[in-house]
Nanobody
Framework: VQLQASGGGSVQAGESLRLSCTGS????????VGWFRQAPGKEREFVAS????????YYADSVKGRFTISRDNAKNTVYVQMNSLKPEDTAVYYC??????????????WGQGTQVTVSS
């Protein structure tokens, strides 16, 4: 099982990025997928999640209205469109498969992370 996260980068505050998470080695369309992030010295925190069908989505309050999670099961990929980025969004972003639960311990498979840096 492999989850490949990509799309990170360095941007200015107010700009946008789209992260992608592509899965292989698992029936991707049967798994809920979540995005989490971890800033230096902080615990890993929930960002957003999406059900296996894509019908249900969930967001952390800190990103609601700015981030949009979506999926294309034909491409085994989940996306998170991040708009109006803020310096406090700076973190390593991870995707995880297995649950929509915001508790990271409930996800079964994890990707390697992609760095997002937002400068003011």
């Amino acid at each position: 099982v492999q989850l490949q996260a990509s799309g990170g980068g360095s941007v200015q505050a107010g700009e946008s990025l789209r992260l992608s998470c592509t899965g292989s080695g698992l029936p991707f369309n049967a798994y809920a997928v979540g995005w989490f992030r971890q800033a230096p010295g902080k615990e890993r925190e929930f960002v957003a999640s999406i059900s296996s069908s894509g019908i249900s989505t969930y967001y952390a309050d800190s990103v609601k209205g700015r981030f949009t999670i979506s999926r294309d099961n034909a491409k085994n990929t989940v996306y998170v469109q991040m708009n109006s980025l803020k310096p406090e969004d700076t973190a390593v972003y991870y995707c995880a498969a297995g649950s929509t639960n915001p508790n990271p311990s409930r996800s079964r498979y994890w990707g390697q992370g992609t760095q997002v840096t937002v400068s003011s």
